[in-house]
């Protein structure tokens, strides 16, 4: 007689267990897993639902049967339960049978964390440098830096990412590889990824870094091994020139006569600054600095780069009025406003939001060529 | 007319040749304090210009360094004015002190609630309603930050704009709400329960008191600041947080002051429940809610310290070019941005079971009263408490899993973290014991606490997932953080602090609640909390990242749902706001122990006399021996005469007697 109570809420849930634990693993949950770290921490979520959802319905079982079988009816507002303060077995059971599950989830995870982590002889290395607001990703071809703006790498290729960051805190996410790290102003932090199935996917800055934070994102691309032989070959070491670099050698790079400054290769800052030979060939390199690795597209509208973003002036329209607010000509306004962006702020605008950190984190050639290109396309 | 200018001198004669101010600016109150304020900014600005003068910094007069004076200056200026230190100030200068010690307890009118006063129930009451006031404001730039997210694409709010409202969001109910409402309720509640006339500090209770609305009015002042409003999240991470125009010091300063009062109270509680418990309350036998604020005080006086530091480390940096954090590449800069974060969370960590833990004393005294049953395991319940405090500071960098720190840190984090689900789990089966049997009066506060039984499981399960560090690699910095966090501090914090303010609604009051509103309160808020944050778990499994002012179109449609159920789940607060403030002005009378609960507080009238008890209480047995016949908590005789009775020997005590 006093078991029947328990029997039949045992009986309930079982019940709620066998229907909720397979409705919970329906739920496409993850997007698409694009790596084998994905389908790790996949496993380790389908074995996080198994163990945790009957708790769940454990308690709310308990919960809903309590309210409906133990609830005070008419007549029993004076009534009180009986006094049972407590049972020693029960709770010695409720102590001990989570702390095995827990320990045994812990070991699974830690399994699944050791395989995800593991390096990988062959491993190639891609260099990541983040800045407010804006990625860039490096490639060593034959000892010389290809810089690309969005991610490629090939597929089933296990990739070890080195990832930096020039000013605050950011975070390097695909959330089709389930991996992410932050971008750390200081230190390089590492992600090991590969890569299974090819397609395009977003990269996100998961670190909120500023004004700009919703905007910076990226594209990875998971192509197969030959296209990326292609897609490496095709790049230009000069098309557009490494933003900063990393911190060992970035004490230099704001040396006047940078143009030469201490880079990685050698070969990107020489042909760069042949680069500034010519007006035009500066503002075609312009472009490239502004649509990729100095993310200025991301805060700026400007038609002539293809960039919408809102957070700043629209450069194609501000820049003429403001210079002539400011006194100044044109291009000599440009430059300060890259390099001290709060010497004029433009109406309607607050001052502090533009990072103040492009006069070291850019080559004075890249910013002779930004100022170009912008020169030679705002009216 | 004539009167006044008669008496007037009369009066001020002797004092004439030496002070000229007026009376209303000798008294404390707030002319004072809005004299005292005006003088310390006159007083940051002098001394702000004379050191730049006398280090030949130009120019001379500078805006942002006199507002970070000022931060701290005004707030100080405004509290001696105010008169939280008159006493001390007096004592120290060799005057004489207010002959009656306690001449300010009770308040008489409402405008006694906005005077300093050192009644442990009027600051109670001035404690919850000013922490309510912030949950409004709060719960307000919530609304907006739905508003903003109802549509995928820029709206209303610049992304500034944006990040300045979350930041702010998340500040307010985290320092200005959970963490001070707690103190609030406990405040009223713990030294009646304990059988004590007040709290051990009374003067330094009122000065924790008035040191939050200061808090709270600098950080919604910062969106006044040019530059906007503090906006790099309530985590404030540095280096973001140093290079952030001047409304991130309004943050930096503000939590100094909110921690400070944290600090203060947690010192009074601790000293309390120490030394002032009635005659025959043994550790063993105090309320769980006493167990719940004396380990919440332990973690508050350890923990809150670190935060302090983190800000300070963020003040020095900003103001006066340290470089803590300074890590920006180039010569010179080598700060260490990690240590940020360490610091922080070594706080920020326990702070989550600073605004858990007094939750968990009031769902541990409604369930035993509404359910007439003893709490199950009181000990392990009790312990489970202190094993919380203590495995709470071994697991703070669980949230920095994906923060670049040493890897072989994440594992003792992990297996921490995931062990501190066990005396969490022990409360939990706990109370579904203590329903098992029971009697279950289904009101108001009881919907709440079952309620938040539902809420908080899940939460803590959420929690473990979280501690599996691979999949904490993939949701962290997610909505699915953003889900785990509200209903943790939703779900779970706010349901407890509803239940409890319903609870106890009628001893703070002398009234009775609207039950039937307090229930139409429970259900719009326990379904649109589900409906709001239930899909956050899976956006955020998805990919959509955490403080984001857009996202990508693929998540549209969750976002609306969620954005229009935040809204109903909004409205839902103005039905206890009416409910509160209609049944505050005329609610029927409540009695002195309407719910027939054992605990000291009800068996004393509602509202408590001044003085709480009119003689001391002596404790006789456990706080919650419901079903045991005749037992009772305490008996209201002289110690010399009250013995320890067996259960069944002993009729209930007058005041009991008297409404049953």
């Known amino acids: ?379 | 007319m004539s009167a006044t200018t008669v008496s007037e001198p009369a009066l001020q004669r002797p004092q004439k040749t030496r002070v000229p101010l007026p009376p209303k600016l000798r008294a404390p109150g707030w002319y004072r304090a809005a004299f005292a304020s005006v003088l310390g900014l006159a007083f940051s600005f002098g001394l702000t210009v004379l050191i730049r003068w006398a280090m030949h910094e130009h120019p001379v007069i500078d805006g942002h360094a006199i507002t970070i004076v000022a931060l701290i200056a005004v707030p100080l200026f405004f509290l001696f004015g105010f008169g939280t230190a008159d006493y001390w100030l007096y004592w120290a200068a060799g005057r004489a002190t207010r002959p009656e010690e306690h001449s300010s307890h009770g308040a008489h009118s409402w405008r006694d609630y906005f005077r300093v006063n050192t009644d442990h129930k009027v600051i109670g009451v001035q404690y919850v309603v000013t922490s309510f006031f912030f949950l409004f404001v709060g719960g307000l730039l919530a609304m907006l930050i739905r508003a903003q997210l109802a549509k995928p694409g820029m709206q209303f709010l610049t992304p500034e704009q944006y990040n300045g409202v979350f930041s702010v969001h998340a500040t307010l109910l985290i320092f200005l709400f959970v963490i001070p409402v707690f103190a609030g309720l406990a405040n009223f509640v713990l030294p009646l329960m304990i059988g004590a006339p007040d709290m051990a500090f009374p003067r330094l209770n009122a000065l924790s008191f008035w040191l939050l609305p200061l808090a709270g009015i600098m950080m919604l002042m910062s969106f006044l600041a040019p530059g906007g409003s503090f906006a790099s999240g309530w985590t404030a991470y540095a280096p973001l947080s140093t290079t952030q125009p001047l409304g991130q010091l309004f943050f930096t300063v503000g939590v100094q002051f909110a921690g400070a009062s944290s600090i203060a109270t947690a010192l009074n509680f601790l000293v309390t429940i120490i030394t002032m418990r009635a005659p025959g309350m043994s550790f063993f036998r105090m309320p769980l809610l006493v167990w719940a604020n004396f380990s919440t005080s332990l973690l508050v006086v350890i923990a809150t310290p670190f935060i302090a530091a983190s800000q300070f480390f963020v003040l020095l940096d900003v103001g006066l070019g340290f470089h803590f954090f300074d890590a920006f590449v180039g010569p010179g800069k080598n700060g260490n941005v990690l240590m940020y974060q360490h610091v922080f969370w070594f706080y920020s960590h326990p702070a989550v079971y600073i605004m858990m833990l007094p939750g968990f004393g009031i769902i541990s005294e409604i369930i035993a009263v509404k359910s007439r049953k003893p709490i199950f395991g009181y000990r392990m319940m009790a312990f489970s408490l202190l094993a919380i405090v203590v495995l709470g500071f071994t697991v703070w960098a669980h949230h920095m899993f994906v923060s670049g720190m040493q890897p072989w840190i994440r594992i003792p984090m992990m297996i921490t973290t995931a062990i501190i689900a066990i005396p969490t789990g022990i409360k939990i089966f706990s109370w579904l014991a203590t329903l098992w049997r029971g009697v279950l009066h289904l009101d108001t506060p009881m919907l709440f606490a079952l309620g938040f039984l539902t809420m908080f499981t899940l939460g803590g399960i959420s929690g473990v997932m979280l501690a599996m560090i691979p999949f904490d690699i993939h949701v962290s910095q997610t909505y699915f953080i953003v889900a785990h966090i509200h209903y943790v501090l939703f779900g779970g914090s706010l349901f407890t602090i509803f239940a409890g303010v319903y609870y106890w609604f009628p001893k703070m009051t002398g009234r009775m609640f609207d039950d039937r509103l307090g229930k139409l309160h429970f259900w719009m808020t326990f379904i649109f909390f589900n409906l709001t944050f239930g899909p956050m778990h899976l956006i955020g499994i998805q990919g959509m990242p955490r403080r984001v002012a857009e996202y990508a179109s693929k998540f549209a449609a969750w976002n609306l749902f969620i954005s229009i159920s935040a809204f109903i789940l909004g409205l839902s607060t103005l039905i206890f706001l009416y409910n509160i403030v209609a049944s505050w002005r005329g609610g029927p009378r409540a009695s002195a122990n309407p719910w027939r609960a054992l605990t000291l507080e009800w068996q004393v009238s509602s509202p408590p006399p001044i003085f709480n008890f009119d003689a001391v209480p002596t404790v006789v047995g456990g706080p919650y021996e419901y079903g045991v016949p005749g037992a009772v908590h305490g008996i209201f005789k002289s110690p010399s005469e009250a013995k320890p009775v067996a259960a069944g020997g002993y009729t209930a005590p007058p005041s009991q007697e008297s409404h049953t």
């Open chain 1, 1 to 379: 007689m006093r078991n029947r109570p328990l029997l039949q809420m045992l009986v309930v849930g079982v019940i709620g267990t066998a229907i909720l634990v397979p409705l919970a693993l329906i739920v496409p949950w993850f997007p698409s897993d694009a790596s084998k770290q994905a389908s790790n921490i996949h496993t380790l979520y389908t074995v996080l639902l198994i163990a945790t959802v009957p708790i769940f319905v454990l308690v709310e079982t308990v919960v809903l049967f309590s309210v409906w079988k133990f609830r005070m009816k008419p007549g029993e507002e004076m009534k009180d339960g009986p006094p049972i303060h407590g049972n020693t077995r029960l709770e010695v059971i409720w102590t001990a049978a989570p702390a095995m599950l827990i320990i045994g989830l812990c070991v699974f995870a830690f399994t699944k964390l050791h395989a995800n982590e593991k390096s990988h002889p062959n491993e190639m290395t891609v260099n990541v440098t983040e800045r407010q607001f804006a990625f860039e990703f490096s490639y060593v071809r034959n000892g010389k830096t290809i810089v690309s703006p969005d991610l490629y790498i090939p597929e089933n290729q296990p990739v070890v990412f080195k990832i930096r960051s020039l000013d605050v805190i950011h975070s390097f996410f695909v959330p089709n590889f389930s991996e992410k790290i932050d971008a750390v102003p200081g230190i390089t932090t590492t992600l090991r990824v590969t890569a299974t199935r090819v397609g395009s996917y977003p990269v996100e800055c998961t670190e909120l870094c500023g004004a700009g934070h919703s905007l910076m994102r990226s594209a990875a691309y998971v192509v197969t091994p030959s296209k990326f032989q292609q897609w490496l070959q095709a790049q230009k070491p000069n098309a557009a020139p490494p933003v900063g670099a990393p911190p060992s050698n970035a004490a230099q790079a704001g040396v006047p006569g940078g143009g030469s400054s201490a880079s990685t290769s050698t070969s990107s800052s020489s042909s760069s600054s042949s680069s500034s030979s010519s007006g035009g060939a500066s503002a075609a390199a312009g472009k490239a600095v502004f649509t990729g690795s100095a993310g200025c597209s991301g805060c700026h509208t400007l038609a002539a780069a293809g960039a919408t973003g809102t957070t700043g002036p629209n450069l194609g329209t501000a820049v003429v009025p403001d210079a002539k607010k400011a006194g100044m000509p044109v291009k000599q306004f440009i430059q300060e406003s890259i390099e001290k962006p709060n010497a004029f702020i433009s109406a309607g605008f607050q001052p502090n939001i533009m990072p103040q950190t492009f006069a070291q984190t850019l080559t004075p050639t890249q910013i002779s060529s930004l100022v170009d290109f912008i020169a030679s396309v705002t009216k």
